[in-house]
Each structure stands twice: as structure tokens, then as C-alpha cells.
Nanobody
Framework: QVQLVESGGGLVQAGGSLRLSCAAS????????MGWFRQAPGKEREYVAA????????RYADSVKGRFTISRDNAKNTVYLQMNSLKPEDTAVYYC???????????????????WGQGTQVTVSS
């Protein structure tokens, strides 16, 4: 079982940066691919980025590629999302999630994830 707690959200001006953290409890964190997703008001939750269980492979949604960086520290049971050059359209609640399968490949589909965190609000003002 993996429990996840996101932090690091807040209010930032367009062009600014934020670093989100997702702290995991449970012994299986280091064996699971991790993902970040977001949900804007009135919209469905969407994929943002994912990282393999070892951290060597990352994938990004086209909308954030080149601006966001996902990373993880398995010794600290934490996954990060560094967000630079933020835009108003990045405003959303950001969630981290753990792959339902240990030692699995990197995934983009929400259906492949379980153990969702409670989310952290990111608001980007213009």
C-alpha cells in the first residue's frame, strides 16, 4: 500500500516557478512508476508527466514539455515536479499517483494508477 501527500502548490505570477513534492509512505514506492496529473476547474483530470520506478525514464504531456521536469528520490520516498515558465492555463489542482503495478513500465493513462494523493492547488495569475 502507498499513501501519497502532495505539497508545494501556491499562487504565482505568469512566468514564475513552483516545485511540487509528493511524499510517499509504504515500502513499495521505489518499485512503482509515478505520475503527476492535474484538474482545472470545469475540466477533466489530465496527464502531466510520469517517471519510471528507477527514475531513468520520463515522459511529458506536450503542453508542459520543456517547462516542467519530473524527478524522484527513492531514498526520500519523494517525487517532484519542477514547474518553470508557468502560464495561467497551468492553473489546476495537481495530483500525484502511483502505478498500480510494481516494476511496471512508465504510463500515461490514469486507469493504470492508484494510490492518489489529495492534490495541491496551483494558481498562476496573468
Amino acid at each position: 500500500q502507498v499513501q501519497l501527500v502532495e505539497s508545494g502548490g501556491g499562487l504565482v505570477q505568469a512566468g514564475g516557478s513552483l516545485r511540487l513534492s509528493c511524499a510517499a509512505s509504504g515500502r513499495s514506492f521505489s518499485s512503482r512508476a509515478m505520475g503527476w496529473f492535474r484538474q482545472a476547474p470545469g475540466k477533466e483530470r489530465e496527464y502531466v508527466a510520469a517517471i519510471s520506478w528507477g527514475g531513468g525514464t520520463t515522459r511529458y504531456a506536450d503542453s508542459v514539455k520543456g517547462r516542467f521536469t519530473i524527478s524522484r528520490d527513492n531514498a526520500k520516498n519523494t517525487v517532484y515536479l519542477q514547474m518553470n515558465s508557468l502560464k495561467p492555463e497551468d492553473t489546476a489542482v495537481y495530483y500525484c499517483a502511483a502505478d498500480r503495478t510494481a516494476w511496471g513500465s512508465i504510463k500515461q493513462s490514469q486507469a493504470e494508477y492508484e494510490h492518489w494523493g489529495q492534490g495541491t492547488q496551483v494558481t498562476v495569475s496573468s
